[in-house]
């Protein structure tokens, strides 16, 4: 059924399994990243992305650039924040320590508003916390990876633009954007950082960022100089209008073969309607975890509003830890994550449905999975 | 002969042409990276590097980030400098402009001591230079992809040494590690950046970098944290560390598929004595640089010794313009690159002579490229 060698199902939370297709355009034979040929690809990849975020607002900006999703951090604390600054980061689990920690670098004033594991900063204490001080953007993990934690966004951008007007709203997508639904116009978000290996499916190595025209506008109106060279928006803003408006364009060599394979996922993502998508995931999710909870396991995201649509977090069974039971489900032939969060990593798994495992039925990747954790469950304890 | 669909030769100084197992290996399944098989691959990539710098000296330290050859210009002035700081950069073409840009950034003050176009600084003036401030590093491209100049870098590192020791030696070799001799080792190099998609023939997405002990010893004796937090190698020192003794690690998630890329390629390169493959690349640029002589055309690079051995550039005839000679080629078969120096743009085209295009025979790239050139200068006369 598939072209690819024999292999574990991959279902952590990214990188995920990719489709034969998308796998087959990352041996596009070489191309001048200046030809007319590939300048096309990318400018349509752009074009597609602006689909994927549901922006219709011509002033939106997509950027790819070689990289990981945390290359999007930089891109957000250099370019959308100046040194002495002062940021609120909405903590939702490992990911918000790591970005707060990338605020810092950039001499950027970060304050995190921190919620229990498994739960999310409650908008009355956010209302509160944007109160106190001027806060020049705040941001959200729409899903933490490592908790499995689902923010709600609408409400929160809601309540920024009613509390805090001038304070911009930057998500952090790179493990919601592809499975969870974002409305970037709608929702009036000012960024999204995402990355190509999860709900996308593209394999790894670029960052993907969407900047709203006001986004632009306060990059435009600073003060001082972008603090990052390779992520200034500064040295990539032109390029990525030039191979939008299919112009060749040069500031860094971009990865012609990684952006043949995203103009094939996004191509595949976007031939079916989004809302169907989002609507598979959810289902997918659902069935997961009915499963976990069927097996007697407790989610790391213990409220029904807080769990992510693309993963889940699941604490093992008391004195169990992640190297007992993850070498048995490898056997079997699905590959899961330890845990990440830092306080808890050695009693929890996480569990990734995301991309194709989801979304074409005839793999059989969830109901394998689900069925693999229930014997291999078996299987340890005995032990 | 190849699997790769039919296309122009692309002999651009990078991307280059990739060898058919190379590409192959970009369409790998999908692997966790921290997955046992993954790890082992990574290691080993680092491990290979050690030998293609021909470095034994275990505390050199090889890094690998998704990202371009500019990201290791952020990794050197945001670990290897601090703000304030005085660098020389050493101008033979326009990325030294780019790098003096990348330092400035980073709050580091870059003085440039350039050359005419064509020429390289000469060693008495760097000795000058040298001697009239307190370098923390000195930058050299050790050829400027712009101009097809190659810099000395025996010479210069003895130069250094003696005048100026404490001075770290900076090589940018984006276009030269893989097809010009460098003994990382054997002339006290203290840290050369290069980039995947050139004489390594990997598709483009890697950043590649080989600091000394020397190096990694002032970057762990900074007084101020490093200014990047992508490019840190605070982030990325104990995860190298860590996949070069095959233990799984993570700060952001590497790109496994062009992992796998480089891996093959380095198997390859590594297979036969690099003494051989920079004799093939040095052969080959002499046939190059001899047609183009034979055609009655000039060089950038005026002084024999200054010629790089991956790729030449070339004035046009006069009143003849890059948009009016590569389209011909094109239709022909062969992709080069227009001028790239802004003084000269419109003046010259470059041919980059580099990777399975060198070392394949059997492909004959080369040679038609060669043909294509006179063919096409003819045409274009005639019309």
Redesign the interface.
Known sequence: MSN??P?PA?L?P?????DDAV??S??????????APFVNTFGETLTMLRKLFQTSDPASQPFVI??????G??QV?ANLAEPGDDVLVLHTGYFADSFA??FE??RVKATQLKAPIGDRPQLAEIEKALKEKDYKLITVTHTDTSTGVLSELKDLSELVHRVSPDTLLIVDGVCSVGCEEIRFDDWKIDCVIT?S?KAIGC???LSIVMASGRAIERFQARKT????????WKNWLPIMKNYEAKKPS?????????IHALHTSLTQILSRPLEERFRIHREASQKVKKAVTDLGLKQLASKPENQANGMTAIYLPEGLSPPEILPTLLKKGV?F?GG?HKEIAGKYIRFGHMGVSVTDPARGDIDRALEYLKEGLAEVKKV
Chains 1, 2 share one sequence.
Not at 26 to 35: G, L, N
Not at 66 to 71: E, F, N, P, R
């Open positions: 690819q060698a292999h991959l952590i990214g990188p995920i399994e990719f796998l087959q990352m041996s596009h034979y070489s191309e001048s990243h200046v030809s070689s990289g990981s999703g945390t290359l951090w930089d604390a920690d990338c670098t950039y990355a290996q394999p790894a190595g100089p972008p603090t990052s060279y390779f992520g200034s040069y500031f860094a060599t971009p990865a012609p073969q990684l590959v994550a990440l």
